[in-house]
Every structure is written in structure tokens, then in C-alpha cells.
């Protein structure tokens, strides 16, 4: 009898003789008795529809998982681009010089990190950095402001003018075309000015005119006029004076006939024009005529 | 891109078939291996949805075999074998012209084979069942368990020998 016989006669591989032979033995009755009740086994159902549509609805469950995810992970991706921009442009502004500038007929006030003041008059620009301010108290400026300074290191206002420096103290800065002016209304103010160093006392003035040194004058007053809306000048040549008024009131100023060399003491108000110009007009003995944003002045003959 | 093509699994109507031809022999398998309708089930879903989700990978060619290897390693180690528990057709009830202690006797020989079928080792088990239910050839089945067709006439061999040697109390 050949190797796994019994597999063969199931596959009907049995030779002739070997099916007789088979047949014969005392076993064969039983074998054909199991495959007889094994052909009529059946297995548990199954229903292979049902399995498709359960399978089936696995895919579509997981197809719109895959959908969800995606945009997820390009939020991610535009949240971090956007995140990593934010932080760059963050130290970046940091780092940047800190810069506040004035219109015409604008005023602005001005807390520095230290706690010091500076009110900014008309037209007029300042620039310093937030970085180390404590150590390194430098402003540069532009126009006129007024300076109320905290007591500490050493504070220097850089103009195109001159240098002033100071330890603590309240004074007034302008540095206009032509005319630089620093007075001093508490503690004491060092100016530099064409390479000569002055110290200037609480009370008094430093004015220099297109670079010359003109006065060094007493100073009644403990703030700048201007703060309180008001300009005021002494023995100011009368150019200096217009141009003021101009960047107070916001009106274009053209003259006629006038020598505007002349010297002008006294003021003007900064909210009221007609009150300025009269102001301006009378004591110079000049006439003016203003219409919409212009004025001009002419000479009385 | 895809390959755009009738062969491929992707394509649901390939699925489907691939499904159809497969799915309750794999259910089958399973089940005379562990004896678990439940877990048979969930193998024929595990193997089906691992082919859908690999089906630009998988060619129609070998997604037969690649269903049997998901199905066939999911339960690895992992669940123990109950019993196997089969009906008989109805058939045999039909004609009762039968004496009743050759019923009984029936259903005594039925009590015995289902006990040494539970007895058999699983690769035994699962290859006599397979060719006398399913009626899958010696080469099916050695080509779905990845042995020779010799192999698994052995397996047939010894599983008839056993399951005489039990009923006939030996």
C-alpha cells in the first residue's frame, strides 16, 4: 500500500489492485463510514454580503478619517510658519530704534522707559532705542521738546545742532533750521556747541542763531510756554518767530517787503491764529492778510 | 498616480470579487483553527480592510494569499482554541425509512466523530475539514498554508487514520 493512502483514495489515486486491497481490510468499513458523515458537515454561516457591506463601510469610515487628518497638518504646518514669523518680527520690532514724530499743530507726550518725560512740540521728530535704556540714556532729536529727565545715568540729547547732556533735570530743547536753543528750568544742563561745552544753571538760555552764539539769558518761567499752548520769544529774529507759527497753526506763512531779520520779543497763542497773528503783527508794525490756509505779511507803508 | 486599471484592487468591483471568492473560506479556515464564529468574523473584516488599505500594493494575484497571511497571523499566539462545533445537514432526516437504532446509532457514530475532530491537531483538523466541506483541492490547500501538496496528504492521511482509531476505540 502506497505513502498517505488514504488521502489518495479520497482522490481517487488508488490503482485498481490497491482499491480492492482496501477495500478488503477490516478498517475500510469505518473510513467510508467518517467521509458518509463528514460529507454531511456544514460549517457556521456566513453571510458574505453582509461581510462586503460591513467591510465596505470600514473604508468609507476610514477614507474620511485620512480627509479629516490632511488639513490638520497644513493648519499645523501654516500655524508653525506663522508662529516662527510672529517671533521673528517680534525681536526684530525689538530691536528696532523706537521713533515718535509730531505733525504740524501737534503735540505729543512721551514716557520713556525710565520713567522720564518728554513732551514733543509741533513738527518735530525723536528717536531712541528701548534696548539698555536704563545704561544708555541717548535721544536724538529733531524740532523741540521739552525734557523732564529721571535722576540716573547720564542723559544726552543728540541734535544736528549741538549735544546736551545731563544727569536729572527739566530743560528744553529746539533745534530748528538755523536756530538752536536749549534752556534749562531745573538742575543743571551741559551743551555742546561747536566743539565748546557750556554748563547751563536752572533759569537760563542757550541760543545760538544760524551758529552764532547770541544770548545767554535768564529764564523766569519753570516749564517752556509752549507746553501751556503759548510761544514766546525775546529778541528772536522775526523769521524764527513766522516759522514758528507756521508750525503751530498749521498755515502756510509768505512775506512781502519785510525784513524779517528783525528782532521780536513777546508771544503767541498756539490754539487761537487770529489772536497769533495779531500778536505777531502789531508789535512788528506789519499787516497781514489771511485767507483759508495762507497768510501773507506786507509792510505797512 | 494609481495605475488605472480593471486589475486593480482598488477598484471596488475587483474588491468585491476578491471578496466574494474568499471571504467564507477565510472564515472557515479560522474557525476550524480556533473554533470561534466571533473572532472568524472579525479576521475575515481585519484581512479585508488591510487589503483595501494596501490595495495599490497589492496585485489581484496575490491578494488571496495576502488575505490568508493577515487573517492567519491576527489571532498568532494570541486566542486559544475552543471547540469546534459543526452541524449535520438536514439531509439524512429526509429519509427516515431508517431503522430507529440505526438512528441512533447515527447520532452516536455523529457524537464521536464531532469529539475526535476536536482532538485532531489544527493543521489536520483544518485540512480534513477544508477538503470535505469546502471541497478545496489537496493543492489549494497547500498553496493557502504555504506547504507542499505531499505535505498535506499526509496531513489528510493521519487526520482519517486518527479519527478512525478514536471512534473505533483503539
Not at chain 1, 218 to 234: G, L, V, Y
Not at chain 1, 262 to 269: D, E, K, N, Q, V
Request: proline share 2%.
Amino acid at each position: 500500500m502506497q505513502e498517505n493512502y488514504l488521502a489518495k483514495w479520497l482522490n481517487n489515486e488508488l490503482s485498481e489492485a490497491e482499491l480492492e486491497e482496501f477495500k478488503n481490510s477490516d478498517t475500510y468499513a469505518t473510513y467510508q463510514q467518517i467521509i458518509d458523515a463528514s460529507n454531511a458537515l456544514e460549517s457556521p454561516s456566513f453571510n458574505t454580503e453582509e461581510a462586503l457591506a460591513a467591510v465596505k463601510n470600514v473604508h468609507l469610515f476610514n477614507d474620511t478619517k485620512v480627509v479629516q487628518l490632511n488639513p490638520f497638518k497644513k493648519f499645523l504646518s501654516v500655524a508653525a510658519a506663522v508662529a516662527i514669523l510672529l517671533t521673528g518680527t517680534y525681536f526684530y520690532v525689538n530691536s528696532l530704534d523706537e521713533q515718535i514724530s509730531t505733525q504740524y499743530a501737534e503735540k505729543k507726550e512721551i514716557v520713556l522707559p525710565d520713567n522720564s518725560e518728554v513732551v514733543l512740540n509741533a513738527d518735530s521728530r525723536l528717536i531712541y532705542s528701548n534696548k539698555n535704556w536704563n545704561a544708555n540714556r541717548n535721544i536724538s532729536l529733531e524740532g523741540e521738546a521739552f525734557f523732564k529727565v529721571a535722576k540716573g545715568k547720564r542723559f544726552t540729547v543728540a541734535t544736528e545742532a549741538g549735544e546736551v547732556a545731563v544727569l536729572g533735570t527739566q530743560f528744553n530743547v529746539e533745534d530748528r533750521k538755523g536756530f538752536f536753543e536749549v534752556t534749562c528750568f531745573e538742575g543743571l544742563v551741559s551743551v555742546s556747541f561747536n566743539g565748546k561745552e557750556t554748563k547751563l544753571p536752572a533759569g537760563s538760555s542757550f541760543v545760538a542763531i544760524d551758529g552764532q552764539i547770541v544770548t545767554d539769558e535768564k529764564q523766569n518761567s519753570i516749564i517752556p510756554s509752549w507746553i501751556n499752548a503759548e510761544s514766546t520769544f525775546k529778541s528772536i529774529p522775526l523769521k524764527f518767530v513766522l516759522n514758528e507759527f507756521q508750525r503751530q497753526h498749521n498755515i502756510i506763512v509768505e512775506t512781502k517787503n519785510i525784513d524779517t531779520n528783525l528782532l521780536y520779543t513777546g508771544s503767541f497763542s498756539n490754539t487761537d491764529a487770529n489772536l497769533a497773528l495779531q500778536s505777531i503783527s502789531t508789535p512788528s508794525r506789519i499787516k497781514f492778510t489771511l485767507e483759508g490756509n495762507k497768510v501773507l505779511f506786507y509792510a505797512e507803508n | 498616480m494609481k495605475i488605472k486599471n480593471e486589475d486593480n484592487i482598488c477598484n471596488d468591483k475587483v474588491f468585491s470579487e476578491i471578496f466574494k471568492a474568499n471571504s467564507k473560506t477565510i472564515y472557515n479556515y479560522i474557525y476550524y483553527k480556533f473554533g470561534n464564529e466571533e473572532k472568524s468574523y472579525d479576521a475575515v473584516q481585519e484581512a479585508f480592510v488591510k487589503l483595501w488599505e494596501n490595495c495599490a500594493k497589492v496585485s489581484p494575484a496575490k491578494a488571496k494569499s495576502y488575505v490568508y497571511t493577515v487573517a492567519n497571523n491576527l489571532y498568532l499566539n494570541v486566542i486559544k482554541a475552543e471547540k469546534v462545533r459543526l452541524k449535520y445537514a438536514d439531509k439524512t432526516l429526509k429519509t427516515t425509512h431508517e431503522t430507529p437504532e440505526f438512528l441512533m446509532e447515527e447520532s452516536e457514530f455523529k457524537a464521536k466523530l464531532d469529539h475526535a475532530l476536536n482532538n485532531l491537531p489544527d493543521n489536520q483538523r483544518i485540512t480534513f475539514l477544508l477538503n470535505r466541506i469546502d471541497g478545496k483541492k489537496y493543492k489549494e490547500i497547500a498553496a493557502l498554508e504555504g506547504v507542499s501538496v505531499k505535505a498535506i496528504e499526509k496531513r489528510m492521511h493521519l487526520a482519517l487514520k486518527s479519527l478512525r482509531e478514536k471512534i473505533d476505540g483503539i
